[in-house]
């Protein structure tokens, strides 16, 4: 019997987030420049499975990713029986800072989706320094609410079945079945009332409408990059976003929907890789 293994490496980070001891599980493949990925709300690192295993980003990036606490591996910390977990701006920037800073990464490229999206845009206002260049996927200023979170983490209803079935319109048309099936499934495995705490970030604590319009692209650059299939992260949203920023780029991707590396890599990747380059071989100024 044969096997193959792929060139992706996890493991388990102890580190204190918050006054609180933590384990941290973290992905990642290649090398060269930093790429720091975010999951989406209520999944975990599985989401950049592709991009782990694309020789053309791989060879010239550090792809990285790490599971939130109480998302996929990372467990929640101790006593977290006795609270409700609730994400926050403040919290969310926080744990990527600190993570960043156990790991050593100097100035990397971070690229979030969804709620990574939105806080990738906190990151390009508040620490802009701190990065090379920022990649938001589906990064609206804000989202209106549209259905009942409670639904999401009560006794009577499975929080997962219920979480995949929300996002299940939020996939594009052309998705392949099988990368359409697994980025469902990751949702139906989050723990309870995790998907619920981290949509209290998306769509309330989160919101950056009077704030988004300062970014200072000089001194960090920002890319938009946003499936035209999405009635949580509108393109209109999105190009919104964009003619908020001087020096913003944005594109609407054709086909794809709000989970673009993981429903469909292979066309995700095509969009991807003319950023990457942008990035490595930044435009001179006149």
Same mark, same amino acid.
């Given at each position: 019997?044969?096997?193959?293994? =792929? ?5 388990? &980070? ?13 992905? =990642? ?31 010239? @990036? ?20 006795? =609270? ?10 926080? &744990? ?30 508040? @620490? ?33 079945? &219920? ?24 949702? &139906? ?59 913003? =780029? ?37």
């Amino acid at each position: 019997m044969s096997a193959s293994f =792929e060139p992706v490496i996890g493991r388990y &980070m102890h580190l204190d987030l918050f006054g609180r001891a933590h384990r941290i599980y973290v992905e =990642e493949a290649g090398q060269g420049t930093p790429l720091l990925c975010l999951h989406t709300a209520g999944s975990d690192t599985r989401q950049y499975r592709a991009l782990m295993n694309h020789p053309g980003i791989t060879a010239g @990036h550090r792809v990285i990713a790490f599971d939130m606490p109480w998302h996929g591996k990372s467990s929640p910390p101790a006593g977290w029986h006795e =609270e409700e977990y609730q994400l926050t701006s403040a919290h969310y920037t926080t &744990m990527i800072l600190d993570i960043m800073a156990a790991l050593e990464l100097e100035h990397p490229i971070v690229m979030g989706c969804s709620i990574g999206g939105r806080i990738a845009l906190h990151l390009a206002l508040d @620490h802009p320094e701190r990065f090379r260049a920022i990649i938001g996927l589906q990064a609206g200023a804000h989202v209106d609410p549209y259905y009942d979170l409670n639904f999401l983490h009560r006794p009577d209803v499975h929080g997962g079945e &219920m979480a995949g079935a929300i996002v299940s319109g939020l996939i594009g048309p052309d998705a392949p079945v099988q990368e359409r099936w697994e980025t469902l499934w990751h949702y &139906m495995q989050s723990g309870p009332g995790v998907f619920k705490g981290d949509l209290y970030f998306y769509k309330v604590d989160g919101d950056i409408r009077d704030r988004v319009g300062r970014i200072d692209t000089r001194r960090c650059p920002l890319f938009l990059l946003s499936g035209e299939y999405d009635y949580s992260c509108t393109p209109e949203e999105t190009l919104a976003v964009a003619a908020a920023i001087p020096g913003c =780029e944005v594109t609407i991707m054709k086909g794809l929907g709000h989970f673009p590396m993981s429903e469909n890599p292979q066309a995700f990747i095509g969009h991807l890789l003319p950023v990457l380059d942008k990035i490595r071989t930044p435009a001179v100024p006149r």
